[in-house]
């Protein structure tokens, strides 16, 4: 799942170390933030299928009671 944030977060690392210092300064805070919000988008998305079922089930019984 998380594979595929830290493998962009290698090639930006690598693509950074092959530009020019300019264009690695630009790049690979971008492709590093790119990364973060990948991983962190699957993260949240795998909480809240975890979550929201468990919710969904309680909410109603504490709505009755």
Do not use: D, H
């Not at 998380?2 to 170390?17: G, V």
Request: charged letters at 25%.
């Amino acid at each position: 799942m998380f594979e595929r944030s830290l493998t962009a977060l290698n090639e930006a690392e690598k693509s950074a170390a092959n530009s020019s210092a300019a264009e690695a300064s630009v790049a690979a805070p971008r492709a590093e933030n790119r990364a973060r919000e990948e991983y962190f988008g699957e993260l949240f998305l795998s909480w809240k299928n975890a979550i929201c079922p468990q919710v969904a089930r309680i909410v109603p019984r504490l709505a009755r009671s």
